[in-house]
């Protein structure tokens, strides 16, 4: 299995300030088809995750361009700019490369 | 707008057996492999399973795999998750998702399962 380590575990930011959650696999997430399926998720308190980001950089429908994607092989990047309210939450990357798996989460919180 | 909902939760004793189901609407359900998601409580996610846009592809974590079976009905555009020889560990919210595939981009809004005597 891919296991997924995200850092930090928590983090508190200021209203538009920037924060940067950082993702490691255990093995490269280049597929054999030369694609990279990392994906970024936000799961906001009491709802369902949803989709921010897939494949490394690609924001998802209705994403804002505040929230940035960014890495290769085992090392990635997500980047939030302009911090607002909503943002709030956990964000787990996760991989599709192989059988998918997800970090443990990072948790988000405004100061 | 795409939209899942998951029904069938509930509680369950140990070895025992409970089926979810989900209805998908706002795509065509038939295009896009399906999966199933699970979260214990305050804990992080974890893939359950996936199957083909036919159904005729299926995909386990060996924490599932022989327990629990995942199927489709494309005519009723619904997605279940059979659940048998059920453990506490399996207890948690499950979610049903879209999976293009190699990512999931719509989830529903989850169904609790309780695994207890």
């Known amino acids: 299995d891919v296991v997924m380590t995200q850092t930090p575990v928590s983090l508190s930011v200021s209203l538009g300030g920037q924060v940067s959650i950082s993702c490691r696999s255990s093995q490269s997430l280049v597929h054999n088809n030369g694609n990279t399926y990392l994906s970024w998720y936000l799961q906001k308190p009491g709802q369902s995750p949803q989709l921010l980001i897939y494949k490394v950089s690609n924001r998802f429908s209705g994403i804002s361009d505040r929230f940035s994607g960014s890495g290769s092989g085992t090392d990635f990047t997500l980047k939030i700019s302009r911090v607002e309210p909503d943002d709030l939450g956990v964000y787990y990357c996760?991989?599709?490369?192989?059988?998918?798996?997800f970090g443990s989460g990072t948790k988000l919180e405004i100061k | 707008e795409v939209q899942l909902v998951e029904s069938g939760g509930g509680l369950v004793q140990p070895g025992r057996s409970l089926k979810l189901s989900c209805a998908a609407s706002g795509f065509t359900f038939s295009n896009y492999y399906m999966a199933w998601v699970r979260q214990a409580p305050k804990k992080g996610l974890e893939w359950v399973a996936t199957?083909?846009?036919?159904?005729?592809?299926?995909y386990y974590p060996d924490s599932v795999k022989g327990r629990f079976t995942i199927s489709r009905d494309n005519a009723k555009s619904s997605l279940y998750l059979q659940m048998n020889s059920l453990k506490s560990e399996d207890t948690a919210t499950y979610y049903c998702a879209r999976a293009p595939p190699y990512v999931m981009d719509a989830w529903g809004q989850g169904a609790s399962v309780t695994v207890s005597s």
């Open positions: 996760g991989q599709g490369t192989q059988y998918p798996t």
């Open positions: 199957i083909s846009t036919s159904g005729s592809r299926t």
